[in-house]
């Protein structure tokens, strides 16, 4: 009985999940343990992905607009963290979401997409990571270092930003003169090609299935 139980419920969850994404459930009920163990694994890893793309949708929404037009609310941003259920790292991710949403919109893309990867950095990393003030130092410098250096003419607005998400995740007024050096150097990484082309068909397929799925 227990095991019918379960096979139901996670057909249920696969019929939800399918229509977040406009496709087609499986209506079929697992048959065996196996199968029901690899349905279940493909649906938290698409439900992982899910959450992550509706992350950074609303962290990108909230750095480019002014704190009067921001629509997206903290507590949606932070019940999709993997810190929602911890509070002292709940708190510290709304006030990392919620310094952006005070903050001046960033009108420079170069500058947005760089702000918005150190925040979701802060929104996706593990509770145990937010609460250790080095690790989620090192997961936001790392967020920037994998994005494309900037141009020259906003490096230092990128560095300022950068420098207060971490001040506010780790709970300082400022960063210490090394890890400024380290934000600094991660700043101007240069950008990888191989990787930059590779993102960039990767936006483009995104692009073309959001449209399929009507988004």
């Not at 959450?51 to 929404?61: K, L, M, S």
């Not at 929104?123 to 250096?149: F, H």
């Not at 001040?167 to 090394?178: L, S």
Request: glycine share 2%; aromatic share 0%.
């Amino acid at each position: 009985m227990r095991f019918e139980d379960l096979a139901l419920r996670l057909v249920a969850v696969e019929a939800k999940v399918a229509s977040l994404m406009g496709i087609n459930a499986n209506s079929d009920i697992p048959s065996a343990l196996e199968e029901l163990d690899a349905r279940l694994t493909l649906v938290e890893v698409t439900v992982d992905h899910l959450a992550t793309v509706q992350t950074q949708e609303h962290i990108e929404a909230i750095v480019t607009a002014s704190a009067d037009a921001v629509t997206v609310i903290v507590e949606d941003v932070v019940a999709l963290s993997p810190s929602a259920d911890h509070a002292e790292a709940a708190d510290i991710v709304a006030d990392v979401v919620t310094a952006q949403v005070e903050a001046e919109a960033v009108a420079h893309t170069e500058v947005a997409d760089i702000v918005s990867a150190a925040v979701v950095a802060v929104v996706t990393a593990e509770p145990e990571v937010v609460v250790d003030t080095v690790a989620i130092t090192e997961a936001i410098i790392q967020a920037v270092a994998d994005m494309p250096a900037p141009a020259p003419e906003v490096v230092a607005d990128v560095i300022a930003a950068v420098a207060d998400i971490v001040a506010t995740a780790t709970g300082v007024d400022t960063v210490a003169p090394e890890v400024q050096q380290q934000i600094v150097e991660a700043v101007a990484t240069p950008a990888d090609p191989a990787l930059d082309a590779v993102e960039a068909r990767l936006d483009t397929a995104e692009a073309k299935i959001d449209s399929l799925l009507g988004k």
